[in-house]
């Protein structure tokens, strides 16, 4: 089955540091999302892409998250410089619509601590 | 704007007990719903879906009937493992072009053997 792959799985930083994210979405899913998850909470959608273009990043705070999808594959999410309330889980998605219904699969997720 | 709430949990039963987690959701037109599932250390992945009223999702034991009147979609089984252990989270897409979802904050279920 296919799968989103994301790298790495577990990252530990210390505050004021520069942290890089990457998805390799499902072949073919033109929809790329990039969710932030704080634990206890459900995700939260930082940014979509529609093949290389932004759709969404409206909730993506741009002084210090940037976020690529050059050739419309893979994606990379960036934090510098990462603050302590950064620490969560980054979960990357692409989608495909399956009767009707745009459905997300999900990679594992990269789970990031800041010091 | 959208939003889902979902039964607080934590949830804790015994193998073999009924299970219901409420799910409840505010939208304007018609969603699509969805219930996601995250095992311990793991992404998400898609239990159930359901794109119209009175459509019932289901997969492996699992139910959930879209319901416009009351605007829920609770999740049933009606015998959980030990292996249902969970976080179950609700979620809804709007039609349209950025079809985002939009979460639930999730509920924790614990099955005792």
């Known amino acids: 089955e296919a799968e989103v792959a994301q790298s790495p799985r577990y990252k530990i930083t210390e505050k004021s540091q520069a942290v890089a994210f990457w998805c390799d979405p499902i072949s073919g899913h033109a929809t790329l999302y990039w969710y932030r998850q704080i634990l206890g909470q459900g995700p939260e959608l930082l940014v979509q892409?529609?093949?290389?273009?932004?759709?969404?990043d409206s909730q993506l705070p741009k002084d210090r998250f940037s976020a690529e999808r050059l050739k419309g594959v893979d994606s990379t999410l960036k934090i510098q410089p990462a603050e302590l309330g950064d620490s969560a889980m980054y979960l990357c998605?692409?989608?495909?619509?399956?009767?009707?219904?745009?459905?997300?699969?999900f990679g594992a997720g990269s789970r990031l601590t800041v010091l | 704007g959208n939003s889902v709430t979902q039964m607080e949990g934590p949830v804790t039963l015994s193998e073999e007990a009924f299970l219901t987690i409420n799910c409840t959701y505010t939208?304007?037109?018609?969603?699509?719903l969805f219930w996601y599932v995250q095992y311990p250390g793991e992404g998400l992945q898609l239990l159930l879906k359901?794109?119209?009223?009175?459509d019932k999702g289901s997969n492996k034991g699992f139910e959930a009937t879209y319901r416009k009147e009351t605007t829920s979609f609770h999740l049933e089984k009606g015998s959980v493992q030990v292996s249902d252990s969970a976080v179950y989270f609700c979620?809804?897409?709007?039609?349209?072009?950025?079809?985002?979802?939009?979460f639930g904050s999730g509920t924790q279920l614990t099955v005792l053997p």
């Open positions: 939208a304007t037109g018609y969603p699509s």
């Open positions: 359901a794109t119209k009223a009175d």
């Open positions: 892409f529609q093949d290389e273009s932004v759709v969404d």
């Open positions: 998605a692409s989608s495909l619509v399956v009767s009707g219904a745009n459905v997300l699969t």
């Open positions: 979620a809804l897409t709007r039609s349209g072009s950025a079809r985002q979802l939009t």
